[in-house]
Every structure is written in structure tokens, then in C-alpha cells.
């Protein structure tokens, strides 16, 4: 700017010698003839000339100037920026004068004590008559991580009854992003799951021979139907029926989110069934989570058993595909900028796409870091005595960003400290088996809290809602409005805690709550799924 108003110094300089010349020539003009009348307008003209030369030539430097700087010196949007650590910092003394001094645990839930409780009723509901000849075989492909699958394999036996068809137990896709080879029987109890359905659906392990036979012992000769995404009743009906009539089996691949949210009752109880009856984890699996939850259980008897479960979505290729920034700098964008590479190959850097990581936090779209989850905890009324148990993945740079939640809740857990190495040996490489092991755990505590959304955290809460009477007693906080406190280091302790306390009285407002139209069973079990106690 120092620079603009020197050039603008000269030049300004330069106007103003021939301005006074040609005032000096006008006046001795004016004098010698004797026309003073003529002086008084080329005065005001003249005088004119160097207000004019000097505004333009002077002022405007100025006033660029000032506005470059005030375009240095902008504050991003309130909740645009990481500054959590800071808000600790100033906020972690009263969160010491405050340990052991309250527990939410005890006190979380009021919502469920208002109104008619909700219990399990599917059983009673769905009807029990000999099954039909079947009109054939339907295979499908389940993708995705351990959740999605689920949602799979229950609208694969609504679709089975739906057809009248025979079901072969899902194919798991191998995905790309995680990498399990487990089969069906690895994850779920295939032979629970074959003998609860008998009397609604028949389900097979695999084709018989002659079926494999007519087609070459090649699944992929067998027709695939591409079935769009949510399709209706009538769809399947009208183009699938007809195929698995002519052909006596026929494919869906892939098979996710493949059937309508609404459907008729008793397609959506077979939904129900399969869920939350039909479903249930291998022997292994089951075996080792129950005594996770023992153990959980047992660390936690200072509070009665009750302990707090949390989703923690802060893995490298969460963090990555969020394209959030926190605190690393240069380190940290390299290595997301390769975890993208890896995990996306160029899905970032198509031409037009436009990334904005300041706008994806205001937004509410970035992962909670494990210090925000602690603060938010202890600013609920969970104090440092609470134990905690975290269901993730392997947190990116750990070592940095858990030792906060660590030092705000010293009792805390996660598979790999509630388990020991030989116990997960198994599991180890399979990321469904290790996620059935966080599922379990979680479904058990008395409070769940989900950070980032996800099939884990729906069929959770959809599964917590069905055990619990009805309500979910899970936090979902408002990332929006969250980060706007987390964004402010001057923030009073006492104010921090009445917003946190807001957001734990709004989960429990919402932790009742009836699916709608556009919304899913495994997520709101009500009314499909489950009848007021007095009617069950």
C-alpha cells in the first residue's frame, strides 16, 4: 500500500507544477489586459483541476489499499475453522474442578418413562402357513461393510417372499474399500438364520447341482436383473417373476438398497424378522462379545453396570473422504491427499468439482475428532469416573488425537484393550468380523453415541429402539450447531455445559421416534416391527 501511495505521490506531484503554471499565465493575462472578470472562472476551473487530479490520483490508491488489506485480514465464517484445542485449553481446568462430581449416566433418559412402552411383536404378526411350490431360485450379491450387507440379506427374504422364491444365502462382493473375504457363515449364523425363516421364506446354502448344472456351474450365466435402486412391489412383479418363472433362477447384482422403504405389511414383516430374529451373529463372534460386554460391565460397576458406547468414525479414510481439515498442516494434507488417491483414484480432482473444507465443517459434515467427543461428554454431565467403550476402526494418528479423550475419561476401551491378542487373532484382516464385535458392545451400553452417520450407527439405534422399549437412548448431536461452540476459546465453561445439555435433552426427545414414509425399519422398528405393551 506504501508502494500505490508512492506512485500516486508522484504522479499527483507531477499534475500539480503545470496546474500552477497555467494559474500564474492566467492571472498575468488577466492583469495585463485589465479583464478581472475573466479571472474568477479560470480560477474555479483551475481550482477544480487539482481537487479532481488529486482526489483520483491520491485517494483511490488509498482506498485499494485498504481494501486488500481488510481481504488479509477477513475472518473465516463462525464454525469454519478447527479450534477445539483451544477451547480445552481454556475449558480443561473447570472440567478438573468438576471430576467425579456429576454422572449423566444415571440420568440421560427421561423420554422413556412418558407414554406406552413398545415391545418386540413380530413374531405374533406375521402368519405361519405351509409354504407354496416355489417359482424358483434368487440369488444376490451383498456389498459393502457389515451393515450394508445386513441391510441386504433382509430386503434379499423380503424380496424371496414377495416372489415366492427360493433364497441362496448372499454372496459377500469383496470390496475394495474393505477388503474382507468372509463368506456368510463367517459373520452370521447361516444355519439359525435358514431354520428361523423356514416357515416364512425358503432359504438354501447354494443352488442344487441340476440348477448349477443348467447353467454350466456359472453364476454369471444366470441372468442379472440390474434392478434399480428402491424398487417398488409392482417392479419385482411385473419384470423379476416373469424372468424366475421362464428361467428358474435369476441374479440381483448388487443388491443394496435394491426394495422400495414402503412396502405392503407383510413384506415389511419379513424385513422385520430378518433383522431383528433371524439374524444373529456366528458362534465366534458371539462367543468373544459377550464377554466384551461382561468385561464392560464389570469395569463399570461403580455405575451400576452402565457404561457408554461410542461410534468414532475418525479413521484415515473417513477423515480423507470428508476433505476436513484439523490441525496437521502440510503433513496432514499430503497424507490425505494420497489416502484419496488410493481409496478414490482421481474421484476428487474431476474438472468443476469443487472442494471446500471450511464449508463441509459448517455444514456439519466433518468427522468428530475424539477431544470434540470428550468435551461434549463431559460438558453433558459425564464425568471422568464414566466408562467409555470405542467402536472404530484404527484412528488416524492415534497417538496424537486420542490422548485427550484419554485424559478426560481415563476408562476407556476398545476392542483391542478389552481383548486380548488372542482372543482378535482370529478376526484380525476381517473388518465386518471385528465391526460385529464393536455392534454387540455398543447394542449393550446404556448410552450410544453416533458422530458421523452411516449404516453402523441406523441399524444400531434402529437395534437399540427394539431392545429398549421403543427408544434408541443414543446421542446424535448437531454437528452445526456444535462446532459453532467448539469455535469460540472465550467461551464460558457454564455456557458450554447448558448447550451440551440442550443437545443430550434433544436426543432424548428423539430417541422415541415412528418411521415415516421415506425412512427405514432398521432405523424406526415402529410401528412395523413392534405393538404398545398392552398389545403385545
Given at each position: 500500500m506504501t508502494a500505490m501511495r508512492g506512485r500516486g505521490g508522484r504522479k499527483a506531484a507531477s499534475v500539480r507544477p503545470g496546474v500552477e503554471q497555467l494559474i500564474h499565465v492566467a492571472v498575468a493575462a488577466a492583469l495585463r489586459r485589465r479583464g478581472l472578470m475573466l479571472l474568477v472562472p479560470v480560477l474555479y476551473v483551475s481550482v477544480l483541476l487539482i481537487s479532481v487530479g488529486k482526489w483520483n490520483l491520491e485517494s483511490e490508491a488509498v482506498r485499494v489499499g485498504v481494501a486488500a488489506?481488510?481481504?488479509?485480514?477477513?475472518?473465516?465464517?463462525?464454525?469454519?475453522?478447527?479450534?477445539?484445542?483451544?477451547?480445552?485449553?481454556?475449558?480443561?481446568?473447570?472440567?478438573?474442578?468438576?471430576?467425579?462430581?456429576?454422572?449423566?449416566?444415571?440420568?440421560?433418559?427421561?423420554?422413556?418413562?412418558?407414554?406406552?412402552?413398545?415391545?418386540a411383536c413380530i413374531r405374533k404378526r406375521l402368519t405361519q402357513t405351509e409354504l407354496?411350490?416355489?417359482?424358483?431360485?434368487?440369488?444376490?450379491?451383498?456389498n459393502g461393510g457389515l451393515n450394508q450387507q445386513r441391510l441386504s440379506i433382509c430386503d434379499a427374504v423380503a424380496v424371496a417372499g414377495l416372489l415366492n422364491a427360493t433364497l441362496?444365502?448372499?454372496?459377500?462382493?469383496?470390496?475394495?474399500?474393505?477388503?474382507?473375504?468372509?463368506?456368510?457363515?463367517?459373520?452370521?449364523?447361516?444355519?439359525?438364520?435358514?431354520?428361523?425363516l423356514k416357515n416364512h421364506v425358503r432359504v438354501v446354502k447354494e443352488l442344487p447341482e441340476d440348477i448349477l448344472q443348467h447353467f454350466d456351474h456359472n453364476l454369471s450365466n444366470i441372468v442379472n436383473m440390474r434392478t434399480k435402486a428402491f424398487s417398488s412391489k409392482s417392479y419385482y412383479l411385473q419384470?423379476?417373476?416373469?424372468?424366475?418363472?421362464?428361467?428358474?433362477?435369476v441374479r440381483i447384482a448388487p443388491f443394496s438398497n435394491r426394495l422400495a422403504l414402503s412396502v405392503p405389511p407383510n413384506i415389511q414383516g419379513l424385513r422385520c424378522f430378518a433383522n431383528f430374529e433371524a439374524l444373529r451373529f456366528s458362534e465366534p463372534i458371539k462367543v468373544l462379545a459377550e464377554k466384551m460386554v461382561d468385561r464392560m460391565v464389570k469395569n463399570s460397576s461403580m455405575s451400576g453396570g452402565k457404561y457408554v458406547s461410542v461410534h468414532l468414525r475418525f479413521e484415515e479414510d473417513m477423515v480423507a473422504f470428508s476433505c476436513c481439515t484439523y490441525e496437521g498442516g502440510q503433513e496432514e494434507k499430503i497424507e490425505m491427499d494420497n489416502a484419496r488417491e488410493r481409496g478414490w483414484r482421481g474421484k476428487f480432482h474431476k474438472p468443476g468439482r469443487v472442494i471446500s473444507p471450511e464449508a463441509n465443517r459448517r455444514d456439519g459434515k466433518c468427522p468428530l475428532t475424539p477431544l470434540e467427543v470428550g468435551m461434549m461428554l463431559r460438558g453433558m454431565g459425564f464425568d471422568n469416573g464414566t466408562s467409555?467403550?470405542?467402536?472404530?476402526?484404527?484412528?488416524?494418528?492415534?497417538?496424537?488425537?486420542?490422548?485427550?479423550?484419554?485424559?478426560?475419561?481415563?476408562?476407556l476401551e476398545t476392542k483391542n484393550t478389552l481383548a486380548s491378542a488372542n482372543e482378535l487373532a482370529?478376526?484380525?484382516?476381517?473388518?465386518?468380523?471385528?465391526?460385529?464385535?464393536?455392534y454387540t458392545v455398543s447394542a449393550h451400553s446404556e448410552v450410544f453415541v453416533t458422530t458421523q452417520g452411516g449404516n453402523f450407527p441406523h441399524f444400531l439405534m434402529g437395534h437399540r429402539r427394539y431392545l429398549y422399549g421403543?427408544?434408541?437412548?443414543?446421542?446424535?448431536?448437531?454437528?452445526?450447531?456444535?462446532?459453532?461452540?467448539?469455535?469460540?476459546p472465550d467461551i464460558r465453561w457454564d455456557r458450554f455445559k447448558r448447550h451440551m445439555q440442550d443437545m443430550l435433552h434433544h436426543s432424548d426427545l428423539k430417541g422415541i421416534g415412528f418411521r415415516k414414509p421415506n425412512a427405514s425399519l432398521y432405523t424406526f422398528p415402529m410401528p412395523d416391527c413392534m405393538c404398545q405393551q398392552a398389545e403385545a
Amino acid at each position: 500500500m506504501t508502494a500505490m501511495r508512492g506512485r500516486g505521490g508522484r504522479k499527483a506531484a507531477s499534475v500539480r507544477p503545470g496546474v500552477e503554471q497555467l494559474i500564474h499565465v492566467a492571472v498575468a493575462a488577466a492583469l495585463r489586459r485589465r479583464g478581472l472578470m475573466l479571472l474568477v472562472p479560470v480560477l474555479y476551473v483551475s481550482v477544480l483541476l487539482i481537487s479532481v487530479g488529486k482526489w483520483n490520483l491520491e485517494s483511490e490508491a488509498v482506498r485499494v489499499g485498504v481494501a486488500a488489506l481488510r481481504r488479509r485480514t477477513a475472518r473465516p465464517l463462525p464454525g469454519s475453522v478447527y479450534r477445539s484445542s483451544l477451547v480445552f485449553e481454556k475449558l480443561w481446568p473447570f472440567m478438573q474442578a468438576e471430576a467425579n462430581s456429576t454422572n449423566a449416566l444415571m440420568t440421560a433418559w427421561h423420554q422413556k418413562k412418558l407414554g406406552h412402552r413398545w415391545k418386540a411383536c413380530i413374531r405374533k404378526r406375521l402368519t405361519q402357513t405351509e409354504l407354496p411350490p416355489s417359482n424358483g431360485f434368487l440369488i444376490v450379491e451383498a456389498n459393502g461393510g457389515l451393515n450394508q450387507q445386513r441391510l441386504s440379506i433382509c430386503d434379499a427374504v423380503a424380496v424371496a417372499g414377495l416372489l415366492n422364491a427360493t433364497l441362496v444365502t448372499p454372496i459377500f462382493h469383496l470390496n475394495s474399500v474393505w477388503r474382507d473375504s468372509s463368506k456368510f457363515s463367517d459373520i452370521f449364523d447361516e444355519d439359525y438364520f435358514i431354520e428361523s425363516l423356514k416357515n416364512h421364506v425358503r432359504v438354501v446354502k447354494e443352488l442344487p447341482e441340476d440348477i448349477l448344472q443348467h447353467f454350466d456351474h456359472n453364476l454369471s450365466n444366470i441372468v442379472n436383473m440390474r434392478t434399480k435402486a428402491f424398487s417398488s412391489k409392482s417392479y419385482y412383479l411385473q419384470k423379476v417373476l416373469p424372468k424366475l418363472l421362464e428361467l428358474g433362477a435369476v441374479r440381483i447384482a448388487p443388491f443394496s438398497n435394491r426394495l422400495a422403504l414402503s412396502v405392503p405389511p407383510n413384506i415389511q414383516g419379513l424385513r422385520c424378522f430378518a433383522n431383528f430374529e433371524a439374524l444373529r451373529f456366528s458362534e465366534p463372534i458371539k462367543v468373544l462379545a459377550e464377554k466384551m460386554v461382561d468385561r464392560m460391565v464389570k469395569n463399570s460397576s461403580m455405575s451400576g453396570g452402565k457404561y457408554v458406547s461410542v461410534h468414532l468414525r475418525f479413521e484415515e479414510d473417513m477423515v480423507a473422504f470428508s476433505c476436513c481439515t484439523y490441525e496437521g498442516g502440510q503433513e496432514e494434507k499430503i497424507e490425505m491427499d494420497n489416502a484419496r488417491e488410493r481409496g478414490w483414484r482421481g474421484k476428487f480432482h474431476k474438472p468443476g468439482r469443487v472442494i471446500s473444507p471450511e464449508a463441509n465443517r459448517r455444514d456439519g459434515k466433518c468427522p468428530l475428532t475424539p477431544l470434540e467427543v470428550g468435551m461434549m461428554l463431559r460438558g453433558m454431565g459425564f464425568d471422568n469416573g464414566t466408562s467409555v467403550y470405542i467402536a472404530s476402526g484404527k484412528i488416524y494418528n492415534a497417538r496424537k488425537y486420542m490422548a485427550p479423550l484419554r485424559l478426560l475419561f481415563p476408562l476407556l476401551e476398545t476392542k483391542n484393550t478389552l481383548a486380548s491378542a488372542n482372543e482378535l487373532a482370529p478376526f484380525k484382516g476381517h473388518s465386518s468380523r471385528l465391526a460385529a464385535l464393536d455392534y454387540t458392545v455398543s447394542a449393550h451400553s446404556e448410552v450410544f453415541v453416533t458422530t458421523q452417520g452411516g449404516n453402523f450407527p441406523h441399524f444400531l439405534m434402529g437395534h437399540r429402539r427394539y431392545l429398549y422399549g421403543g427408544h434408541s437412548k443414543t446421542i446424535k448431536p448437531d454437528k452445526k450447531k456444535l462446532v459453532l461452540f467448539l469455535d469460540n476459546p472465550d467461551i464460558r465453561w457454564d455456557r458450554f455445559k447448558r448447550h451440551m445439555q440442550d443437545m443430550l435433552h434433544h436426543s432424548d426427545l428423539k430417541g422415541i421416534g415412528f418411521r415415516k414414509p421415506n425412512a427405514s425399519l432398521y432405523t424406526f422398528p415402529m410401528p412395523d416391527c413392534m405393538c404398545q405393551q398392552a398389545e403385545a
